[in-house]
């Protein structure tokens, strides 16, 4: 039987540690958007790719992450779920799949990101959030830290806080939020929100922010740094493990 | 340089994903005591065995475990913890090293402990909860588990919730608190206190209680499996990924 083009929207949770990013690679490599692809091949049969919202690298995580594909199946969107939790792997997993316009398209249609960075900054190492957390032995400055993420916010030339070659046309980029929570006995929460960001965009200005928690760097300097337009003006990138893709907003 | 015997009380987090339990095992499984003991050995040059308040099985998480040693060493607690955890591997860590009485004892001396049990029985699975959660894909009864853990409340020979083959010389103990709590988009948390528990007995508790979230016992079935006094009037063992010892009194 022939069924009609659909247009689906996929909220997906992964726990990125041991998945080499969203974006397929060429060999054996197990990324989010392979395994949904391979979990779709398998449920409906047709040989898709699935477009996510945005390529979160290796190791990062997501709580909704959003992807959008086009599919001719006889599926309701909630029995499409189910057979799909039912083939991937353990650490990805679809929350919900709704039917979508016909032109709904997960990159271009997003309209804003919310991402968490969290740090572990307890007196001894926690295994249970090793995966997680990054863990900052030093103890960290949380008003310092607040106080310099306040130069992020609005719209600003992030050239200084994007990976080194990558290829974008334009590197300037809106944050509407950037909050610094600190929780409980070490627990710190970098609350990330805007339009779109530069690649590692979120992870440098967390790791540039610990430069500033640490004492290295004074919360004026995350203003020189934006101001200097250089990457070498900003911190490191801050691990992987820590970040997670909260929401992606339409 | 000759040092005097002290004893110390070591408070460990671990992530039991990987590791065989507590107990040391022969060969070369990894088991809590046997990573605590080595890392002793090579800090302190000391071959010792440490106590731990309680013998979690394999699978089974802590974030305030409690272990005495006895050391003739120099180490200042604070200095040995960080020496500790310098060496042990990831998934163990040493929270607190306190200086405690010579015949601090931590499994005799115990007088209470707290474990809480969590399910995630949200509408899809949860790979971000999939090492710490137990999974039930059927929609749980809270306010029956709950009626029905209550029953668990109290002294009481628990004989149908003891693993069969264990060697106790008493299936007496008392539960202080077997509380169950809803949380937000699909968690369900059990949070169980006593003096001391049988082996696997929260576990089974936490089985019994499913099998009245699900509808398959009444909440009134769960003290006739207690009254029966016998392990198969109880339910399944619960899946060790789900329970995490919180805290040891003294």
Redo the contacts between chains.
Sequence with gaps: MQHAVRTFRLTL???GTDLAGWQVQAGATRTVQGELNAALARVTGEVVSVVGAGRTDAGV?A?AQVASVRLATGFAPDAL?RAL?AVLP???????VAEAPPDFHALRDARGKLYRYAVWN???????R???HHTVAVRLDVDAMREGAQALVGRHDFTSFRAAGSEVLTSERSVSRFDVEARGDGEILFWVAGEGFLRHMVRIAVGTLLEVGTGRRTPAGVAEALAACERSAAGPTAPARGLTLVRVDY
């Design positions: 949770e992964y726990d995580h709580e779920r939790n353990r650490d990805v997993a679809v929350r919900e307890g007196a001894s190492r926690s295994p249970l090793a995966r997680s």
